[in-house]
């Protein structure tokens, strides 16, 4: 039976591995799912991170050794996320390489806490590429109004970026504009444009749990028509995903990206996140299912890796009933939910819960490096 992780990879879609922790690469784990043709891919962000570090042991060593150094908690952190995406990078090179650059790439964040300041985001984000130093590697930055800038620029600069916190349609055209504009830069630069890679990463599932907080508020109110609300539950996050799609495909096949491809230019493939079902009432697959289509990247945690392994069933259904996700976000505005405000708030819930994360993570490894710090003095 073929796996079906590898029957998405022919229908189009890259799965790629939504985590990383140093013993699945020193154990390896990592490299085996990579042989075994599980994933073609791997995003980190600052909760992962922070997951890794503060949950287990593993770090430890590491963590007292670059303290008693004098390092901060803050070099200390920098030091062992570019060595694992570094790793990482190394493990998923050959299938950078067997596809030519289409796949096999590895993510780093920049820091959440930069999200609103252009200029420093993208100096971290030349940081990282400097510093990783690895072709396959994508630089994370968020579709905030002042990352759309930086997007733009690192594009020019000729790194590969991986635009997350993505949510509305409306920003999801600006940053499909921002990185067009950063290619023209280095068209007319006379740079080559054939090696960059870049997705925008679509967040899904958190969609459908802020939507049906709404929708069941109105429920316990009873002032609407009930079967209509209950009609409407878990519907917004893969009707907005569907239409995002429907936008990509327009904007690639345009007269607008036609000179661009010509000089050599890849799609900025979209990247579905958050896919796992957050609501226990939705199957497992819920959000995976319904989002295979050509030229995306599905970024799943393990939990949801193992299930599509073994009960995935791929087929090609983003495009089924467009007519119908339009229906959906209209039945949204009639009952009186304003998604582009609650899509807005998911932005900064997002932003602000990565910044959460990686404060936090600082905080447990200047608590691991006190007494690292005080035997060294």
């Given at each position: 039976?073929?796996?079906?992780?590898?029957?998405?990879?022919?229908l189009g879609q890259s799965p790629w591995h939504d985590n990383i922790r140093r013993d699945l690469i020193t154990s390896g784990a990592l490299a085996k799912m990579i042989a075994d043709g599980d994933i073609t891919g791997l995003t980190s962000n600052p909760t992962i991170f922070e997951q890794a570090i503060a949950n287990t042991d593993i770090y430890d060593?590491?963590?007292?050794?670059?303290?008693?150094?004098?390092?901060?908690?803050?070099?200390?952190?920098?030091?062992?996320?570019?060595?694992?995406?570094?790793?990482?990078?190394?493990?998923?090179?050959?299938?950078?390489?067997?596809?030519?650059?289409?796949?096999?790439?590895?993510?780093?964040?920049?820091?959440?806490?930069?999200?609103?300041?252009?200029?420093?985001?993208?100096?971290?984000?030349?940081?990282?590429?400097?510093?990783?130093?690895?072709?396959?590697?994508?630089?994370?930055?968020?579709?905030?109004?002042?990352?759309?800038?930086?997007?733009?620029?690192?594009?020019?600069?000729?790194?590969?970026?991986?635009?997350?916190?993505?949510?509305?349609?409306?920003?999801?055209?600006?940053?499909?504009?921002?990185?067009?504009?950063?290619?023209?830069?280095?068209?007319?630069?006379?740079?080559?444009?054939?090696?960059?890679?870049?997705?925008?990463?679509?967040?899904?599932?958190?969609?459908?749990?802020?939507?049906?907080?709404?929708?069941?508020?109105?429920?316990?109110?009873?002032?609407?028509?009930?079967?209509?609300?209950?009609?409407?539950?878990?519907?917004?996050?893969?009707?907005?995903?569907?239409?995002?799609?429907?936008?990509?495909?327009?904007?690639?096949?345009?007269?607008?990206?036609?000179?661009?491809?010509?000089?050599?230019?890849?799609?900025?493939?979209?990247?579905?996140?958050?896919?796992?079902?957050?609501?226990?009432?939705?199957?497992?697959?819920?959000?995976?299912?319904?989002?295979?289509?050509?030229?995306?990247?599905?970024?799943?945690?393990?939990?949801?890796?193992?299930?599509?392994?073994?009960?995935?069933?791929?087929?090609?259904?983003?495009?089924?009933?467009?007519?119908?996700?339009?229906?959906?976000?209209?039945?949204?505005?009639?009952?009186?939910?304003?998604?582009?405000?609650?899509?807005?708030?998911?932005?900064?819930?997002?932003?602000?819960?990565?910044?959460?994360?990686?404060?936090?993570?600082?905080?447990?490894?200047?608590?691991?490096?006190?007494?690292?710090?005080?035997?060294?003095?």
């Amino acid at each position: 039976m073929t796996n079906p992780l590898v029957a998405l990879q022919e229908l189009g879609q890259s799965p790629w591995h939504d985590n990383i922790r140093r013993d699945l690469i020193t154990s390896g784990a990592l490299a085996k799912m990579i042989a075994d043709g599980d994933i073609t891919g791997l995003t980190s962000n600052p909760t992962i991170f922070e997951q890794a570090i503060a949950n287990t042991d593993i770090y430890d060593d590491a963590i007292r050794a670059l303290a008693a150094h004098g390092e901060t908690s803050a070099r200390i952190f920098d030091a062992l996320a570019i060595e694992d995406i570094r790793h990482a990078a190394d493990l998923f090179r050959p299938v950078f390489d067997r596809t030519s650059g289409d796949d096999g790439y590895v993510s780093i964040e920049v820091l959440p806490t930069l999200a609103h300041d252009a200029d420093a985001t993208i100096a971290e984000a030349r940081r990282l590429w400097a510093v990783v130093d690895r072709p396959n590697l994508m630089v994370k930055i968020p579709a905030t109004l002042a990352g759309l800038k930086a997007i733009e620029l690192a594009i020019a600069d000729g790194m590969n970026v991986n635009v997350t916190l993505i949510f509305s349609l409306l920003r999801y055209h600006a940053v499909v504009q921002a990185y067009l504009a950063g290619l023209r830069q280095r068209v007319r630069a006379k740079a080559p444009v054939h090696t960059i890679f870049s997705v925008a990463s679509f967040f899904v599932s958190r969609v459908d749990s802020a939507v049906d907080r709404l929708l069941d508020a109105q429920i316990a109110a009873g002032t609407a028509d009930t079967a209509a609300l209950r009609a409407l539950k878990g519907k917004a996050a893969i009707a907005n995903a569907q239409l995002a799609y429907e936008a990509f495909e327009g904007m690639f096949r345009s007269a607008d990206f036609s000179s661009l491809r010509d000089a050599g230019a890849r799609v900025q493939r979209p990247l579905w996140a958050s896919t796992s079902s957050k609501n226990p009432a939705y199957p497992d697959l819920y959000y995976v299912e319904a989002l295979v289509g050509r030229e995306t990247v599905d970024t799943m945690p393990p939990a949801t890796i193992a299930a599509y392994r073994d009960h995935g069933a791929p087929r090609q259904r983003i495009g089924e009933n467009l007519d119908g996700a339009r229906a959906t976000l209209a039945g949204l505005k009639a009952v009186g939910i304003d998604l582009d405000a609650v899509l807005a708030q998911l932005e900064a819930e997002g932003v602000a819960s990565f910044s959460k994360s990686y404060e936090s993570l600082l905080a447990v490894i200047e608590d691991r490096a006190r007494d690292a710090r005080g035997a060294s003095q």
